[in-house]
């Protein structure tokens, strides 16, 4: 049996035995809402501990039958029947008990700022650009989360050369903050006559959306420049006047926005400063997740994928868990939980290992 921390246990349990005794006194709304957050997420836990606590029980009971010389032979069978089972429980618990006890990012519940930019391959990475964007839309309409692009830079061709979006949510960021790195397509494009395959691909960057509280930027530290967008002439021409970039002076981190409205492009400008700051700061303080960043988000070369996309074999692989799947068409439309919940399950699997040497 593995070596759960009880006394952890029996705090979440005290705790959330408190919560629920303040949720039923009639606090405020503000508190109520707090509290309900936190009951939440510890109601799963303390679910799974007292599952645990009453199989460890029933296991004792077994225990004590078949150990208690009186016991008639029916009984006896009837316990020895059980056992198996239930102490086939006690380890599944035990397993999901230990992850869900894993530490947790404080940035996991949050809301996601999605950053996708063509790379190598011209037309076609732009092409690829919008796929991506479009199969990260699918997921997150099939999760309830919402999506709205904050700035984007069309292909010649179609599809996108950049573009930045919010996916808002409770724990968007947990879901995709694997998706992070370079991701190849291997692919006919529909302009290629010969028939043959091209490679392209395109940089994913996920960044926790940041709050206020968590990140505070002084009115000194940035600077504001409105420009002319390049939008179209004529009737169009007073509308894209209000590009606005937004550089932070200490860091040097430049950020743009281009919307026919000069006030919501610098409130969205703000949005991904304060994202990408943030996110730099949780890199500094964990020199780990930043050496782990620094191998997936590159500069859009192929040589730095983390995921290939192969239309010809209808097939896409995560180089990362040495996952290939041949359902590329299901993937492309936003089925991605499959390929999510194995690069989490692989995170937690590392994560209980490095425990483990710790103990």
Do not use: C
């Not at 650009?129 to 997150?140: K, N, V």
């Amino acid at each position: 049996m593995a070596k759960l921390p009880v006394e952890k246990m029996r705090e979440l349990e005290r705790r959330f035995g408190e919560i629920e005794a303040r949720m039923s006194a009639g606090p405020s709304a503000d508190v109520y809402v707090k509290l309900a957050s936190e009951y939440s997420e510890l109601q799963p836990v303390v679910k799974t501990i007292r599952d645990y606590e009453k199989s460890v029980a029933e296991l004792a009971d077994i225990e004590t039958l078949l150990d208690d010389r009186s016991t008639d032979r029916e009984m006896r069978e009837l316990a020895d029947a059980e056992r198996p089972e239930v102490e086939a429980r006690i380890e599944a618990l035990e397993k999901q008990m230990q992850i869900l006890l894993l530490p947790k990012d404080a940035a996991d519940e949050k809301s996601a700022i999605l950053e996708i930019r063509a790379g190598t391959g011209g037309s076609e990475a732009a092409l690829f650009g919008g796929d991506l964007f479009r199969m990260y839309e699918r997921f997150a309409s099939a999760h309830g989360w919402k999506v709205e692009v904050l700035s984007e830079s069309e292909g010649e061709a179609g599809g996108f050369k950049e573009i930045i979006a919010t996916i808002s949510g409770r724990g968007v960021f947990s879901k995709l903050k694997f998706e992070s790195g370079v991701h190849r397509v291997q692919r006919v494009p529909e302009t290629e006559g010969s028939g043959r395959i091209h490679t392209s691909a395109a940089t994913v960057a996920v960044l926790p959306e940041a709050e206020d509280i968590d990140i505070e930027i002084r009115p000194e530290d940035i600077r504001i420049d409105t420009m002319r967008s390049s939008g179209a002439g004529g009737q169009h021409v007073n509308t894209t006047d209000s590009a606005v970039r937004i550089t932070h002076l200490p860091t040097g981190v430049v950020v743009t926005s281009s919307e026919k409205s000069q006030h919501q492009n610098r409130a969205k400008a703000m949005q991904v400063l304060r994202s990408r700051l943030y996110d730099m700061e949780r890199q500094k303080a964990d020199s780990e997740r930043s050496a782990d960043r620094k191998s997936q988000v590159g500069s859009g070369d192929r040589s730095e994928r983390i995921r290939t996309y192969n239309f010809p074999q209808g097939r896409v692989t995560d180089h990362r868990i040495n996952l290939t799947l041949y359902k590329l068409d299901r993937v492309m439309i936003g089925e991605l939980d499959e390929l999510v919940d194995a690069l989490i399950a692989d995170y937690q699997a590392g994560q209980l290992a490095q425990l483990g040497e710790q103990g």
